[in-house]
Structures are given as structure tokens and as C-alpha cells.
T-cell receptor, first 112, second 112 residues
């Protein structure tokens, strides 16, 4: 039972354009959401998070939007750069459980 | 501030053997979590320790165990290794509350 889903295994965008990565969740107990970036053979690097009391959080080129009624969040990267090419994971936690539940990731390729 | 350190980085073991992986969290972080990453299953939660106590446990067999020491360093052990245990094992630390987790580089375990 996949509680966090990233339905697009891959995404390709042109340098300078916007990248939009999507994530859906099913567990209503989730109240904290995070995005991580991962290069092969390395650990995930934290990018940005959002609490369920907010619907938007921004940090530089990265913005996360949360739509609680749709159980959907998205990560916007503007402008996209070739160095952004990596696998992006959406993660969630909630309730009394501090574990992170991850989606299966989206491979973002930013073409020069 | 030093990041999360995992040792060793790479390990090759034979089926039936056991293995111990080590994780040193960021200084001041009291929570340590372990995750398994495989191509088919993505990132899956193994367990989380806080102040030397296992606080959460994922759906893994009893062959997977862990512990945390008084200095917050953690070890995980896998006994009776199977080919399917080949994976990247990631350790993450956070101060202990609902905040982002910071990951180490991982230990790549290959079971032959």
C-alpha cells in the first residue's frame, strides 16, 4: 500500500524553465511534508519542507505547494539549472510516528 | 558542523553471514533513523531510535536489528544475510522532533 505516490518516474525540462514535480498522498494523518534531492550512490539532501498548517513555502528557487483537500503537493523549481538534474523524493510524516514515508522518486533532467 | 557519517561506505558479504553498519549523527541530534533503498522498493523505513530507545519500527523481518548508544551513535545489524538484502542503507538524524532529517552518504551492501 503506497501511501506516498510520485506518478511521474521522469521529467525533462529546458534550462531556465520551470520544473514542476508532483506528489500525492493517501494517509490523512500526514501533517509534515518534505522534498529531498538525491544523486546516485549518495544520501538524499533535504531541500524544503512544509507543515500542513501552510499551503506554500518558498526557499530561493524552490517552492512547495500543499493542497490538503486534494492530498497533493508539488515542488516548483524556477529557473531550472543543469545542476538540478537528480532524483527528487517526496516524503511525509504524521501522527505520533516520526518515520518518513517516501515516494519512489522522479528523475529530473535539466537540459542545457 | 560535521554531517551524518556512515561506515563503511561499501561492503561485500556472503549469504548467511551477518553485518553491522555504523552511523554517527550530527552533533546534538538525538534521533537516528535507518532506511533501505533498493531499485524496486525505493526508500523504506527500517527503524528509528531516540535516546537509546527504539521509537518506531518498519515492516522488516527480525533479522534486521539496531541499537543506539548514549552518545547517539547507532548501529544496525543484519543477520543471516540473503541476496535480497543487497541495497543502499541510509542513516538519517534529526534533533528529535518533527523536523527535517539529514542523511548520511549510505553504506552500499552487496550480498553474494
Amino acid at each position: 500500500d503506497q501511501q506516498v505516490k510520485q506518478n511521474s518516474p521522469s521529467l525533462s525540462v529546458q534550462e531556465g524553465r520551470i520544473s514542476i514535480l508532483n506528489c500525492d498522498y493517501t494517509n490523512s494523518m500526514f501533517d509534515y511534508f518534505l522534498w529531498y534531492k538525491k544523486y546516485p550512490a549518495e544520501g538524499p539532501t533535504f531541500l524544503i519542507s512544509i507543515s500542513s498548517i501552510k499551503d506554500k513555502n518558498e526557499d530561493g528557487r524552490f517552492t512547495v505547494f500543499l493542497n490538503k483537500s486534494a492530498k497533493h503537493l508539488s515542488l516548483h523549481i524556477v529557473p531550472s539549472q543543469p545542476g538540478d538534474s537528480a532524483v527528487y523524493f517526496c516524503a511525509a510524516s504524521g501522527g505520533s510516528n516520526y518515520k518518513l514515508t517516501f515516494g519512489k522518486g522522479t528523475l529530473l533532467t535539466v537540459n542545457p | 558542523k560535521a554531517g551524518v557519517t556512515q561506515t563503511p561506505r561499501y561492503l561485500i558479504k556472503t549469504r548467511g553471514q551477518q553485518v553491522t553498519l555504523s552511523c554517527s549523527p550530527i552533533s546534538g541530534h538525538r534521533s537516528v533513523s535507518w532506511y533501505q533503498q533498493t531499485p524496486g522498493q525505493g526508500l523504506q523505513f527500517l527503524f528509528e531510535y531516540f535516546s537509546e530507545t527504539q521509537r518506531n519500527k518498519g515492516n522488516f523481518p527480525g533479522r534486521f536489528s539496531g541499537r543506539q548508544f548514549s552518545n547517539s551513535r547507532s548501529e544496525m545489524n543484519v543477520s543471516t544475510l540473503e541476496l535480497g538484502d543487497s541495497a543502499l542503507y541510509l542513516c538519517a538524524s534529526n534533533p528529535g522532533g518533527r523536523t527535517e532529517a539529514f542523511f548520511g552518504q549510505g553504506t552500499r551492501l552487496t550480498v553474494v
